[in-house]
């Protein structure tokens, strides 16, 4: 079946604040149970994340579902926070990405690594960062149909438990994996999308910009400045 959405956007920005003076005494120790109760869940929360996101990396690294498994060295789930406000997603693994297990360690990482400092104010351990398909394909083609949607399982289970405020795309697989187009991302990175709810932002993949020189990183300089902005 296929999970795929292009919806209009919604933007939820309620805050909602208490107030008032009496029992000032008691107050403050009901915040503070409050306050002490929803570390813990907060805590519990964390750690059925992380126990979840294990358990879904033992399942990618046996995982035999496409072909793609059989030149694997190594599966690569992704990696970052565990409730971060952005994911990014790109498209597979390549060469040095399959060799240490770690998404975007390679060139195009090195470049991702730049835009994510200098244009969103972050470091990449406080977003997460994964792709489209968890195996390496031989000489670093692109993925097919079959591929991708034997493994978009796995990012589908990534989204609902890391549940980010944005998904920023990198590249035309990454992009047209979750949304349903055929629009290139020359035109896409105009617009904003929706995947599962979650706005979407597609820019070029940097493999893109380390062929197509300045001209390209400066377009995904202003792609990561508008998701900085969107994010607040
Ligand atoms: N290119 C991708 O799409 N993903 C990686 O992890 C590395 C390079
Ligand atoms: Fe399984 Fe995905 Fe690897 Fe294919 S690419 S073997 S579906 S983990």
Redesign the pocket.
Known sequence: MDSRTSLPLLFDDKVSEGGGTQNNISQNNISQNNISQNNISQDKISETKTAELQKLALK?DA????L??ND?KN?VLGEGAISPELLIVGEAPGFFEDQQKRPFVGRSGKLLDHLIETCLNMKREDLYIANV???RPKDNRTPTKI?IN??LV?LNKQVELLNPKLILTLGNTAFRALVDTDLGITKARNNLYSYRNITLVPTFHPSAALRGGKSVVDLMEVDFKKVRSILG
């Open positions: 990618v995982c035999k579902k496409c793609l498994c694997r599966a398909v968890k195996c591929e034997s493994c796995y």
